[in-house]
């Protein structure tokens, strides 16, 4: 089971190189849950010289996912959406570097993105392509499970099919470094807040 403690120090890893001072001046993190289900990880650092989010998946929630999927979906996500340089979808997270100041609008920016994905033959070729070259150059330090064998074994329909099953109560989300909690919290509510939980979406279909 994935806890708390590990998924916020797995978080922090991936974005302490990007703030100066990020070990330094950082309080306990608090935890708490959405009201759909979505687990939130805020650390204040007032040291830090901004503020870092990293969107990830419960990948034990997925049952039978193919090797690779999470890495494609990632891809695929970063060119279904619009270009931000603050918004990075790779590997196995969603990353944004932003202040405390424009949190609110970089979260909802990827919560848009995360949440209404245009995924289609061309953002899914396009993405496929842009991680085989990853691949090919080496130039990042992914799974071994992720190769081009793997990678070219999943389909479009899959990756769809895989996104669908996406819902907040399988999602985490961690904001560090330079924000102060109660910004945080409105700027994670307002951008995430009324994304329906698997159930809820279950029973909007079936009320349709």
């Not at 991936?14 to 708490?32: K, T, V």
């Amino acid at each position: 089971m994935i806890t708390i403690k590990k998924i916020f120090l797995f978080s922090f890893i991936i974005f302490s190189a990007l703030a100066s001072n990020a070990q330094n001046g950082m309080r306990e993190p608090i935890d708490y849950s959405l009201k759909n289900g979505m687990k939130i990880i805020v650390s204040e650092n007032e040291k830090s010289s901004g503020a870092f989010s990293s969107f990830t998946l419960n990948t034990k929630a997925f049952q039978n996912k193919k090797d690779g999927i999470v890495e494609l979906l990632y891809a695929t996500l970063n060119e279904s959406g619009s270009k931000n340089d603050q918004i990075l979808f790779k590997d196995n997270s969603g990353r944004l570097a932003t202040n405390n100041t424009q949190l609110e609008k970089g979260l909802t920016e990827m919560a848009t993105i995360i949440q209404h994905a245009d995924i289609n033959q061309k953002t899914f070729d396009s993405g496929k392509a842009v991680l085989l070259a990853s691949l090919k150059k080496q130039d990042y330090d992914y799974d071994q499970t992720v190769n081009e064998n793997s990678i070219n074994a999943i389909s479009l329909s899959d990756l769809t099919a895989f996104y669908n099953e996406i819902s907040p109560e399988k999602t985490f989300l961690t904001i560090a470094g330079n924000v102060e909690m109660n910004t945080a919290k409105a700027a994670v509510k307002k951008a995430f807040g009324n994304w329906k939980n698997a159930e809820k979406q279950e029973t909007s279909a079936i009320a349709k």
